[in-house]
């Protein structure tokens, strides 16, 4: 065994650490050998010497207290910081979700069925003649909410009112309206402030 | 020394009650190992004040890091690693003292005695001759063990003179049961050979 062995083993043997088997060795060593006596009590007076430096006189019920109101103040901190940012940061995320909103309900409004759709163009025979067809339907037409009063039919205008070949299909022609209901009463979106206007 | 009877929930059970927001875990927590806190801080910076301060530093940052407690029955062994990192930080960046009312916490004679020579150790004396010599040889001491290396002199601190568990040491430096016994074996033969004077 070195000397550093010897130390250590000795060092070990004082704080208790020294395994049994261990223990035993260094224990009767120590009982003749002056040198391992020696570094035993070099080991115990370090020891005494250490535990002997006194802790300051603590109120350990204010500091309790005192660590507690830090952890309070450090939660109502939190709170504060949270609360900042719910303040500074929802109402930006909900004018970003607004305006992701309107952008579908515009996509929404102008896709979706029962509003103005364009057909694929196509050509159609007329008799003789060959003629470029468009049609476009809609927008619905509002319901009045009262009974029809009167109707009133316009006639076909332009090529349509002179060709008698052409007229028949003039009312598929979006150039002005085929005919012209009036009714009694409010259509159903019509506001009220300002009616009769 | 915490003191954890048979009826006491143990540090696990109080540790994952705190997790999960229990205050009152917490402060039996805090009660349990503020001594031991402020004992290693203290020894670690020689100066009550600021180890009061390092102390209470590191139960909140302890709180606020629950979450991060892998192990809750370690969490005595993670609460002084707070605790000694903190210290450790604390004397490399010589931190002004903050202005808390920390006197509050002291009795009289801590409170005078920090203001009058900075050296706390062994001046507990009632005969002058014997508290000079106590106070001297406490700067000796303080000085010796600032000369050791941190893992060194933390080994010494929560080992021979706090008489934490091995374990638990191992634990708080990060590293194996035999590497603490190691550094406790050599920072105790640096300081025979420092203080051979006064032995």
């Known amino acids: 065994m070195t000397r550093e062995e010897l130390e250590f083993s000795i060092s070990r043997y004082v704080d208790g650490t020294l395994p049994d088997g261990d223990r035993a060795t260094v224990g009767s060593r120590l009982i003749d050998d002056p040198e391992a006596q020696a570094l035993a009590a070099e080991d115990r007076a370090l020891t005494n010497l250490l535990r002997s430096s006194p802790l300051p006189n603590v109120r350990w019920d204010r500091l309790a207290e005192s660590i507690s109101q830090a952890i309070d103040q450090h939660l109502e901190d939190q709170i504060a910081r949270a609360s900042w940012w719910m303040r500074h940061r929802i109402p930006a995320g909900l004018a970003v979700a607004a305006s992701a909103l309107l952008a579908i309900g515009i996509v929404i409004r102008v896709l979706a069925p029962g509003r103005s759709h364009v057909a694929q163009p196509g050509i159609k025979s007329l008799g003789t003649q060959t003629v470029a067809m468009l049609t476009v339907e809609g927008p619905h037409a509002d319901t009045a909410a009262g009974p029809e009063v009167t109707q009133i039919s316009i006639g076909a205008g332009g090529s349509y009112a002179t060709d008698s070949a052409l007229a028949p299909y003039a009312d598929e022609i979006d150039t002005r309206p085929a005919r012209i209901v009036i009714a009694s009463g409010l259509t159903p979106n019509q506001p009220r402030a300002g009616f009769p206007y | ?199």
């Not at chain 2, 020394?1 to 875990?25: F, Q, Y």
């Not at chain 2, 009550?48 to 530093?57: F, G, I, N, P, R």
């Open chain 2, 1 to 199: 020394m915490k003191v954890v009877t048979a009826s006491s929930p143990t540090d696990g059970e109080l540790a994952g009650r705190a997790i999960n927001s229990d205050r009152a875990a917490f402060g039996e927590l805090v009660r349990r190992y503020q001594r031991q806190a402020v004992a290693v801080s203290y020894r670690l910076l020689g100066n009550s004040h600021d180890a009061l301060e390092v102390t209470q530093d590191a139960f909140l940052k302890a709180y606020s890091s629950l979450a991060t407690l892998q192990k809750p029955e370690a969490f005595g062994g993670w609460l002084m690693r707070i605790v000694s990192n903190l210290s450790l930080n604390f004397r490399r960046s010589r931190r002004t003292r903050s202005q808390l009312p920390l006197d509050d916490f002291l009795g009289p004679a801590d409170a005078q005695a920090e203001g009058a020579s900075g050296s706390e150790w062994m001046a507990a004396s009632g005969d002058p001759v014997r508290r000079l010599e106590g106070q001297e040889l406490g700067k000796k001491l303080q000085e010796a063990m600032k000369a050791l290396p941190e893992k060194q002199r933390m080994a010494i601190v929560m080992f021979t003179i706090e008489e934490m568990p091995q374990k638990q040491i191992a634990e708080t430096l990060g590293c194996s049961v035999e590497a603490v016994k190691w550094h406790v074996f050599q920072g105790r033969k640096k300081l025979k050979e420092m203080l051979k004077d006064v032995m």
